[in-house]
């Protein structure tokens, strides 16, 4: 099918690239990530973790320090010590 180079591509609206959605901030989408983690495990203040932070290579390096950051403050809060963090954008590092 050709399609002249002005005709629009994607039905999504102008200058929004995820779709119709906005993302959440990486502080609330970690918040709510880790809220549903850990009310599945049976950690009480005073327990120590190791937090693998990990996007399977869709993540930058820079948006996993983000979430990194979060998750630690996250745990610090709950009394959580992480023993030691592994980030690396595609698992592997």
Not at 20 to 26: D, E, F, I, N, V
Not at 50 to 77: C, D, F, K, Q
Request: proline share 9%; net charge neutral; with cysteine.
């Amino acid at each position: 099918m050709n399609t002249p180079s002005n005709a629009p591509t994607s039905s999504r609206p102008p200058g929004n690239i995820t779709g119709w959605r906005k993302l959440a901030p990486a502080d609330d989408t970690c918040r709510m990530m880790l809220d549903r983690i850990l009310a599945d495990l049976p950690l009480r203040s005073g327990d120590e973790v190791l937090l693998p932070v990990n996007s399977m290579g869709a993540t930058t390096l820079l948006e996993l320090y983000i979430m990194n950051r979060r998750a630690h403050l996250i745990l610090a809060e709950r009394g959580i010590r992480i023993h030691a963090t592994h980030d690396h954008p595609d698992g592997a590092g």
